[in-house]
T-cell receptor
């Protein structure tokens, strides 16, 4: 069965600290996609990154970086030098691209609420 | 182009009434999803449309929920005889045709059932 676990419910940091949000997933498919979305207080889900199961290269985008490790089924997200504007709920999600019944819908973790204090 | 739009942004209704929520996907996106987000929770999949194929309704929580989509255009989610537990934010997402492509979300409709 597919599942996404974000063990950290809430994290609070002070501005400029680095913070890592954990994401562990379960799937039987060999082809799948992993995503991170940001949900600021306004409520809209903002796409951050998409990764396919065949590409384990880590990725960096500005202050954001992602570490994908298939061996541990993890797709962790690090914010370097956090800012108050990073305060939001962050969701990790899994989409299976196999044809065993999945329609590509996203399976979400419960989210991690990040609070960055000035 | 424009993103996914949803209307209304807020809906307050009385228990037992029917409600209709609308989603306008990104132009050219053949796939459309509805999700529900209850307070403080993650998102739950409700229903999926792909072009003119039969929808995948496997996530609908009860037969009071239904949805329609004509071709690759607007979709409506209807909840009949609303209950208080239906209170949630209903989010719509669309993507291009390939599974695994990024889903882009609308701003959601916040439904409150009194």
């Amino acid at each position: 069965a597919q599942k996404v676990t974000q063990a950290q419910t809430e994290i609070s940091v002070v501005e400029k600290e680095d913070v890592t949000l954990d994401c562990v997933y379960e799937t039987r498919d060999t082809t799948y996609y992993l995503f991170w979305y940001k949900q600021p207080p306004s409520g809209e889900l903002v796409f951050l990154i998409r990764r396919n199961s065949f590409d384990e290269q880590n990725e960096i985008s500005g202050r954001y970086s992602w570490n994908f490790q298939k061996s541990t089924s993890s797709f962790n997200f690090t914010i370097t030098a956090s800012q108050v504007v990073d305060s939001a709920v962050y969701f990790c999600a899994l989409s299976e691209a196999g044809y065993g019944g999945s329609q590509g819908n996203l399976i979400f973790g419960k989210g991690t609420k990040l609070s960055v204090k000035p | 182009g424009a993103g996914v739009s949803q209307s209304p942004s807020n809906k307050v209704t009385e228990k037992g009434k029917d409600v209709e929520l609308r989603c306008d996907p990104i132009s050219g996106h053949t796939a459309l999803y509805w999700y529900r987000q209850r307070l403080g929770q993650g998102l739950e999949f409700l229903i999926y449309f792909q072009g003119n194929s039969a929808p995948d309704k496997s996530g609908l929580p009860s037969d009071r929920f239904s949805a329609e989509r004509t071709g690759e255009s607007v979709s409506t989610l209807t909840i009949q005889r609303t209950q208080q537990e239906d209170s949630a934010v209903y989010l719509c997402a669309s993507r291009r045709g390939t599974r695994g492509d990024t889903q882009y979300f609308g701003p959601g409709t916040r439904l409150t059932v009194l």
